[in-house]
């Protein structure tokens, strides 16, 4: 089946620094990748929409300036999280849509971003 | 807006026993897609199953069916001979029909199974 990679897991750094998350889909073309956010305990909350070659939509209320995405490839999608603080720590997932509609996107396993 | 309302919070079931986590959602749309997510310690989003709206049959996945009462916007999850795996966060999810558009997900509701 459809898979996304995710990477880092996890990453620790210092406030101030970027952090760069990278997901990949490795056996099918993600037009359209979701990108969330997760709090503990709490549900996924969407932050932004990239399309391949576009820029992404953000949800009202993400700063698209502290959360950048690129959607380059159909394969791979980033998240850059700058001059990262402490209250950007949090859960990041993403997910992959593909050219089949029924499908209920694939998830990338998450990066759990500390910052200290 | 389209949104999604889990109302139990907490669920508890016994190893083999069955039990039904209640979802409830709004829209305006008269096709669209619904789907049952689960989260494990993980915290790796795996589908459990989805439904089409424009299908009057409950869609079932081995162990796992759904309850989808189109009138009544209610898309319930049954687990049957529930297994100390399948403790976990569970959410509902929307999405509109057409390819790309967003899943709206509800709050989620942690089932925990007990021997």
């Known amino acids: 089946g459809a898979v996304v990679s995710q990477h880092p897991s996890r990453v620790i750094c210092k406030s101030g620094t970027s952090v760069k998350i990278e997901c990949r889909s490795l056996d099918f073309q993600a037009t359209t990748m979701f990108w969330y956010r997760q709090f503990p305990k709490k549900s996924l909350m969407l932050m932004a929409t990239s399309n391949e070659g576009s820029k992404a939509t953000y949800e009202q209320g993400v700063e698209k300036d502290k959360f950048l995405i690129n959607h380059a490839s159909l394969t791979l999608s980033t998240l850059t999280v700058t001059s990262a603080h402490p209250e950007d720590s949090s859960f990041y997932i993403c997910?992959?849509?593909?050219?089949?509609?029924?499908?209920?996107?694939?998830f990338g396993s998450g990066t759990r971003l500390t910052v200290v | 807006a389209q949104t999604v309302t889990q109302s139990q919070p907490e669920m508890s079931v016994q190893e083999a026993e069955t039990v039904t986590l209640s979802c409830t959602y709004d829209t305006s749309e008269s096709d669209y897609y619904l789907f049952w997510y689960k989260q494990p310690p993980s915290r790796q989003m795996i589908l459990v199953i989805r439904?089409?709206?424009?299908?009057?049959q409950n869609a079932t996945e081995n162990r796992f069916s759904v309850n989808f009462q189109k009138a009544a916007k209610s898309f319930s999850l049954k687990i049957s001979d529930s297994q100390l795996g399948d403790a976990a966060m569970y959410f509902c999810a929307y999405r509109k029909t057409g390819t790309a558009s967003k899943l709206t997900f509800g709050t989620g509701t942690r089932l925990q199974v007990t021997l």
């Open positions: 997910s992959a849509s593909s050219d089949r509609k029924e499908d209920g996107y694939t």
């Open positions: 439904q089409e709206a424009y299908k009057q």
